[in-house]
């Protein structure tokens, strides 16, 4: 059994597949996947698993360099937004991009895969750019 807090196959084998800038996106309910980008759906039902939990069981596998949030987070303020700002001081989300909602949705479609979570506060939403351990 994986000593790694990661126990989930599908997400696991994304994470070990991935190369340096691809990119993976950790989503709320709502947040649409195009077609062809593979879905990773881990929602149960409202809240369950929750954002801040998907982020930070993927960060304790995922080697991140950057991460693309849209600008409406900082309007609605979901929750998880002081858990990103703190992320983002320890230096575990790499740089930041900010783009519009809309832009995010269409970033989405270069994707490796949309993790679906079952948050339910508005534009908890982060797409993570694979970096190299070396």
Do not use: W
Not at 42 to 52: E, I, M
């Amino acid at each position: 059994m994986k000593k790694t807090p990661l126990l989930n196959i599908a997400l696991s084998r994304l994470i070990a597949s991935l190369g340096h800038g691809d990119t993976v996106v950790i989503g709320d309910a709502g947040l649409p996947v195009p077609p062809g980008v593979e879905l990773i759906d881990l929602a149960l039902t409202a809240g369950v698993p929750d954002f801040v939990s998907t982020l930070n069981v993927v960060l304790s596998e995922m080697q991140v360099e950057g991460n693309v949030l849209a600008q409406e987070i900082f309007d609605k303020a979901p929750p998880a937004l002081p858990v990103l700002e703190r992320l983002k001081g320890e230096g575990a989300l790499g740089e930041q991009q900010l783009v519009s909602h809309e832009a995010f949705k269409q970033l989405t479609r270069a994707a490796r895969a949309v993790v679906r979570t079952g948050e339910c506060q508005p534009y908890s939403n982060i797409i993570l750019i694979a970096g190299v351990t070396f």
